[in-house]
């Protein structure tokens, strides 16, 4: 974890953007002396950042390192509370379960575990999750709103339409939502979403929301049975992109549309969702596991469940589902 020293020595450099910091005021800012800044600044570069330090001026940051370490995702970070927390870990069976550990120590809201790869990497309906190394986002977010368990659905296709915003933003993509959380682009799976709860009866004690964004792979890269069904914003952008950078703004969208939803509840977040979901008012089919109907999705309910209508008129409630558009 990062130390509040280095949490706001990366905060004085956000803030100070291309100009230079020089020891003296950083040292004042931050309330330690000289050679605590020093060393902190040593620390910054064996993690692969490049500081230009020129005398009577001061340091200032020139390139980051292309990893998603707390200080890498810290830097230029203007969230809150999202985020601010950040674990990292270079290798890890599933940042899930940290996350779990950590929610039940009393991790404040909005900590956040970041991995470069996950060896066991939980997908949904007991499937694997693929996250190789430096290619990915593979995280976990520790949430902990005041909602009914019922509602707990509703945060997931919060973080879809945050992912997809964010993803609009670095990029010249259109994203869709598949329900209930995938995000595809030119039909492809380029996002999971997975949430889990600790809770007691009706109470919420934490929601982990993990995150799983295919972000650098070449189509190589994923074993030949993805191939076809999945990608990653560099197949279809054809372009690399700062890792980093895609959390911050995950974390600046997820933010505001969380601060919304706790303020306003799920409706506005329901309507951003149905505006990027590919399949509403559309016919599609919906594998259960016991059967598949097929009819229009009408939208879907308070609680994130799908409405289809079939043609007879009825109205089926899907709940689990896989979904052939
Ligand atoms: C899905 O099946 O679509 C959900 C995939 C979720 C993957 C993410 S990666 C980070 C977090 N850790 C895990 O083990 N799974 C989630």
């Known amino acids: 974890m990062q130390s509040e020293i280095r949490k706001e020595l990366l905060d004085a450099f956000t803030s100070a953007g291309d100009a230079f910091l020089s020891g003296q005021h950083l040292a004042e800012i931050i309330g330690c ?26 340091y200032r940051i020139l390139k980051t390192p292309e990893k998603v370490t ?27 379960k940290i996350a779990h550990h950590y929610a039940s120590e009393n991790a404040p809201e909005g900590t956040v575990i970041i991995a470069e790869e996950q060896m066991s990497g939980r997908g949904r309906m007991a499937r694997k999750w693929h996250s190789p190394k430096y290619t990915g986002i593979w995280m976990s977010m520790i949430l902990r709103p005041n909602i009914p368990l019922s509602n707990a659905p ?18 010249d993509l259109i994203p869709e939502i598949k329900w209930p959380n995938d995000i595809l682009i ?46 990653s914003l560099f197949i279809e952008e054809g ?5 980093a950078e895609l959390i911050r703004t995950i974390f600046k969208e997820f933010e505001k549309l969380y601060t919304l939803y706790l303020d ?9 969702w149905e505006g990027y979901a590919g399949s509403i008012g559309k016919f599609i089919k919906a594998r259960t596991l016991n059967y598949t109907i097929e009819g229009k999705a009408l939208g879907i309910t308070n609680d994130g469940v799908l409405q289809l209508e079939d043609r007879t ?6 709940y689990s589902a896989d979904i052939e558009i």
């Open 313 to 318: 008129g009825t109205i089926h409630h899907i």
């Open 264 to 272: 306003q509840g799920f409706l506005p977040i329901k309507i951003l």
């Open 186 to 231: 030119n039909g492809k799976k380029v996002t999971g979403i997975l949430t889990e709860l600790q809770a007691e009866a009706d109470r919420i004690h934490s929601i982990i929301i993990g995150i799983g964004i295919n972000v650098n792979q070449k189509k190589e890269d994923f074993p030949l049975e993805l191939q076809e069904i999945a990608t």
């Open 239 to 243: 372009e690399t992109l700062s890792r």
């Open 154 to 171: 509703q945060l997931t296709l919060l973080a879809a339409v945050a992912i997809v915003q964010a993803i609009e933003e670095m990029t």
């Open 33 to 58: 002396s000289r050679t605590a800044v020093w060393k902190h600044i040593e620390e910054l570069r064996k993690e692969g950042f490049e500081l230009e330090a020129v005398r009577n001026k001061g």
């Open 70 to 96: 707390a200080d890498e995702v810290r830097l230029g970070l203007t969230t809150n509370f999202i985020g601010r927390n950040i674990h990292y870990v270079e290798s890890v069976e599933s940042t899930q």
